[in-house]
Nanobody
Framework: QVQLVESGGGLVQAGGSLRLSCVVSGRAFSITPMGWFRQALGKEREFVAAFSRSGTNLYYADSVKGRFTISRETAKNTVYLQMNRLKPEDTAVYYC????????????????WGQGTQVTVSS
């Protein structure tokens, strides 16, 4: 049974940085395309960043491009989301997810999710 556990969220001032981690177990991590999503209060879950199926391409939402970086460390079965120059509008619960479908930008393509970690950016 696949399990994803996020950590690294917290409260930070605007302009600050956080790094989220997601440890994956129960699935062949090296061949599983991973992604990050977020959900703000009262809003739908939205795409943030993802790996392509081959792992060689990275995809980002326009709202985070140039500020966030997705990476992975295969030896630790861990995917990261480095978030720099944070803005109050980045406040949300952040989820990592494992993808089985083809469309990296939609939650429907992901079949395993972590419990989420709260990120709050104060102005």
């Amino acid at each position: 049974q696949v399990q994803l556990v996020e950590s690294g969220g917290g409260l930070v001032q605007a302009g600050g940085s956080l790094r989220l981690s997601c440890v994956v177990s129960g699935r062949a991590f090296s061949i599983t395309p991973m992604g990050w999503f977020r959900q703000a209060l009262g809003k739908e879950r939205e795409f943030v960043a993802a790996f392509s199926r081959s792992g060689t391409n990275l995809y980002y939402a326009d709202s985070v491009k140039g500020r966030f970086t997705i990476s992975r460390e295969t030896a630790k079965n861990t995917v990261y989301l480095q978030m720099n120059r944070l803005k109050p509008e980045d406040t949300a619960v952040y989820y990592c997810a494992a993808r089985s479908g083809s469309d990296y930008y939609t939650p429907r393509a992901y079949d395993a999710w972590g419990q989420g970690t709260q990120v709050t950016v104060s102005s």
